[in-house]
């Protein structure tokens, strides 16, 4: 008597089953409206919409191995990421390659940027330090939580990568934050931050000085350093309620946005959307952070409360200083929008953080049932 195969389904199933339903389809709602969105923006450069969907495959076999490892296994690989994630930005420090001007990339036969590692080995690392000193918290507990976050983001931001910096800063204090850092302590910092600006601004790179004034005054150059917010408002604002249209954005098809499949993909959206597009482009990111905040209060420990809610706030982060910066009210920092900027990093990045989530709400659930 012959054994029958089970159906297919069946055996599919279970190796679907480490995917969170909600956070699954908001992240597949934001792509696709991230390749309809690059269609249009990369029309004038041949391969974009392909080569995203090989990031997008790639980025969600990473999410899918991400949701595998326990949050016992990530706990056990903070402390060696972290250690090796501050080792290669040591060493991109001394003998890193020099692309466009920044020291960002080395060479361990193949080349990689060891910033983007800490935008979760950070967290990870900081989740682990506050499990271990859950119930004696004290004020120098989160003085070396500081210490910790202080030399990856000084090795970053001596690269030049501001964006990433302050990316892998947020990472940190969120993570701090969570963790119960006082109001008095909060506030004591933003006056030392605000007192201190004279003496940051003398450590700023002429460009991000630049970036800056331009911020404050971009018409005093427009055809230079102000263009890129110049264009990028236009096209915002160009877009009225409704939209011109898909493929009818004359900002964009005329090339007078730049990246714009990168950094500037909002303004190519917003163009062609409007503002009813806009509405609900974000509120799907809002889902998204509160999906991602439900997981981090209904998550069973400290480290994965913590984590969960800093890998959150980063996509939050990501979507709005993307958009503050697009619309002219940040600095251009070069922080892609999540999950629909073309490129291959970042999209990882984030396929790794959703990842992450997903493998914190599934061992919650295993441990209930």
């Avoid at 630049?210 to 990028?232: E, N, V």
């Avoid at 002219?328 to 070069?334: D, S």
Wanted: glycine share 10%; aromatic share 10%.
């Amino acid at each position: 008597m012959s054994l029958q195969k089970p159906p297919l389904w069946q055996v599919i199933r279970p190796h679907l089953a480490v995917f969170d339903g909600a956070l699954s389809l908001i992240i597949f709602l934001i792509l696709c409206v991230g390749i309809v969105t690059l269609y249009s923006a990369g029309i004038g450069f041949p391969g974009r919409v392909e080569d995203q969907l090989r990031n997008i495959l790639i980025a969600f076999i990473v999410m899918w191995i991400a949701a595998n490892i326990s949050p016992q296994t990530l706990l056990r690989l903070a402390v060696p990421l972290y250690a090796l994630g501050v080792s290669l930005l040591i060493a991109v420090a001394l003998f890193g390659l020099v692309k466009k001007g920044a020291r960002r990339w080395i060479n361990i036969g193949m080349v990689v940027q060891p910033s983007e590692m800490m935008k979760i080995a950070m967290p990870l690392m900081l989740a682990w330090y506050f499990q271990k000193c859950e119930g004696m918290l004290r004020w120098h507990v989160y003085v070396i939580a500081l210490v910790l976050l202080a030399i990856p983001a000084a090795l970053i931001i001596r690269q030049p990568d501001l964006g990433t910096a302050l990316l892998v800063l947020a990472a940190g204090v969120y993570v701090i934050f969570l963790a119960g850092l006082s109001w008095k302590a909060i506030v004591a910092a933003v006056v030392a931050i605000g007192a201190s600006l004279p003496v940051i601004w003398g450590f700023l790179h002429d460009y991000q000085r630049q970036r800056i004034m331009m911020l404050i005054d971009p018409t005093s150059d427009p055809l230079g350093k102000g263009f890129h917010i110049i264009q990028s408002t236009i096209a915002v604002g160009s877009g009225g309620v409704t939209g011109k249209g898909w493929l009818k954005g004359t900002q964009t098809h005329l090339e007078f946005i730049p990246e714009r499949t990168t950094d500037f993909i909002f303004a190519v959206f917003s163009e062609e959307f409007g503002m009813i597009g806009n509405i609900v482009l974000m509120t799907l990111y809002l889902l998204l952070v509160i999906r991602g905040l439900m997981i981090a209060a209904n998550a069973p420990t400290l480290f994965t409360r913590l984590l969960a809610g800093s890998i959150t706030m980063i996509f939050f982060t990501y979507a709005f200083v993307n958009m503050g910066m697009v619309s002219g009210i940040l600095p251009v920092v070069g922080v892609p929008l999540p999950f629909m900027s073309y490129g291959g990093t970042a999209l990882v990045t984030l396929g790794l953080g959703a990842g992450i989530l997903m493998s914190i709400q599934r061992h919650r659930k295993l441990v209930q049932t």
